[in-house]
Structure formats: C-alpha cells, structure tokens
C-alpha cells in the first residue's frame, strides 16, 4: 500500500488552515501546559480560556538603565513607512498630511528694528503618493526645531519647509505659522496708548514645483449702518425722535500672496493698509472724549459689508508688494439676529467655488 503525503510545500487553503487550527486546539485541551510550551508557548494563544496562560511576567518597573542603540531601533516596527500593501483604503495620493498646532516660541523681528518673540502656532503638512503608506510625522517637527532659534522671516520658513520636504521624500509641502501680534495703539484725542492684539499667520505653500508666500491678518472693526444711520437722522429731523443707528463689531479676514523679489511687506504695514481703508478699527484705551471722537468717526465712515470688502481691496490693490488677495469680512450683527458676510478675491491663489461650511464661524474675535 502506497501512502502519498501532502505536498507542504504548496499554498494551503483557508479550510486546511482552519482544520490544522481545529487539530491543534483539540490537541492542547488533553496535554499539560508544560507539553503546550514545549511545542511552542505562543500555542496558547490560540486556545480559548487559556490565551496568557504561559505569557511570560513582563517587568513593570520603568528601565532607567536601558540605553536604545542602532540594532535595537532597527529591531522596532515602523508601521508608517511600510509596504503599499498595509495601505487600508482608496490608494490615493494624499495633498496634505501632517501635524497642526504644535507650539514654540519664535522671535519675529518688527518694522522698527525691534524682536518679539512670540507663541506660535505651527502647522506643517506634506503631500503623500499614492503608493506610500503614511509618513514620520515627527520629522516635520524636527526640520522645524532646527531653525527656531532664527529670527523668522518668509526665507527661514522657506528653508525650514526644504529641509522637512527633503526628510520625508515628498513633492509638495505646506508650513503655516499662526500667532498674535501685538502692537502699540495710540487713543483717538486723550493720548493715552493700549497694545492691540492681531491675528496673523505665516504661510509658504509648494504645489508643483511653484512657491507661494501668503500673508493672513484678522483686522477687527467697528461698522455703522448706513441705512439705519440715515433712518436714525429721519426720525430726528421729522419726527424730533431720538435714534441711534446700529453698529457691531466686525471681522476681516485679509490674505495676500507676496511677490519673493518685491520688499518686505511688513506686518505692521498691512495692519495700516487695513486701517487706512476702514478706520474704524475698534479700540484699546478709551477715555470720554475717545469714545465721543469714536462715534463721530463711526458716523464719518458708515459702512455696509460690500462697502467694507472693497475698500480693503481698493488698498490691497495699490501695494505693489501684493499679488492676488481675498478679502472675507463678517459684520456681527447687533440689528439682526444673523452677520452679514462677504467675500472678494483677486487673481486665481484664493478662488474657491465652494467654502469650508464652518469658514464665517471662525470670524468671532474673542474679547
């Protein structure tokens, strides 16, 4: 009688697997644990009721001895950067992957030759191809630790987001740097002086070999309405009726992309194109007589949302240090019980047919 053995050597099939699994548990429930661990330890695992039985004791106390060298990190799993085939999902490239609000201090230097240094917020993100599980994201954060000792400017980021785009092989890249910039405002007529807080953010973004420097600023104002401003005087002059118009307080949300060969557009020098346009910024210190100067300068400038995103344009477009630019302001109503928003954009950076549904939202300055 000829005996003819499976040929091991083959691709198994799911139910041999699952028939050597079945053989294997009906062996290990008439044998000691001893014999289990004899055949291997990892054995009990498979067996139901008995999955750490045998687990070895794991030491609890933390190693203060141990020391990591080239071997033992070559021995660790590295699940990120693995094949394509652990890649779970659409095997799609990805535009944008990385960390976003990790903080440090960075010291900017101010249009008076003086430094501030500041918290910031820092995002930073890489483009992933399709056939690339995930990436180290903690490179991103050392690149950037390398040149936070620098005083920033456009140049240092630049080169912070090549050295980070180098490290992590990737074609495009993005780094943002958001914080609050403080500078000094004085009163409308009592003379007294108060630091205005403005948010800002730094952003280099490269999409095919092209580089953009982009500019971001949150200018906060008040805005008179010039219908219930009119309305107001009506009631007066026919009626004998006091009335005050409406006004709130305001949010534009001003980006401008820079030419790199054109000089430095400074942030104190964009906050003034800002103010230029809209005087009616909202203020620091106020006396009686400032308050008094603030509502004639209000009733001076009545504005209406269209009128505020064209005049912020009207002075974005006579800089010739900013390219394409978008204006977003939000006027938080104390008529309505809903804002009143606009948004205008110049040249192709910051067109979008669609909006993040979340975008006015963010508008709030938070007193």
Known sequence: MNLHSKDLTRDLTLEEAEEA???????AQGVSEEEVAQLDPLVSRLIPGREVSNY???????????RVDEAYKASMPDLQNGPSSLIRGAKRAIQHVGISNFRLPIRFHTRDNGDLTLETSVTGTVSLEAEKKGINMSRIMRSFYKHAEETFSFEVVERALDAYKSDLESFDARIEMRFSFPAKVQSLRSGLEG???YDIALEVVETDGVRRRMLHLDYVYSSTCPCSLELSEHARQFRGQLATPHS?????????E?????????????IDICRSAVPTETQVMVKRED?????ELNAANPIFVEDAARLFAEGLQADPRIGDFRVIASHQESLHSHDAVSVLTEGPT????SLDPKLFSTLIHVG
């Open 258 to 270: 820079l030419d790199p060969g054109a000089p430095c557009l400074w942030f104190e020098d964009l």
């Open 195 to 197: 630091f205005q807080y």
């Open 248 to 256: 709130q307080r305001s949010v534009a949300r001003i980006s401008v």
């Open 291 to 295: 308050e008094q100067a603030f509502a």
């Open 21 to 27: 699994l079945s053989l294997l548990r009906r062996w």
């Open 350 to 353: 910051f067109e979008a047919e």
């Open 56 to 66: 070895p004791a794991l030491a609890r106390a933390y190693p203060e001895d141990f």
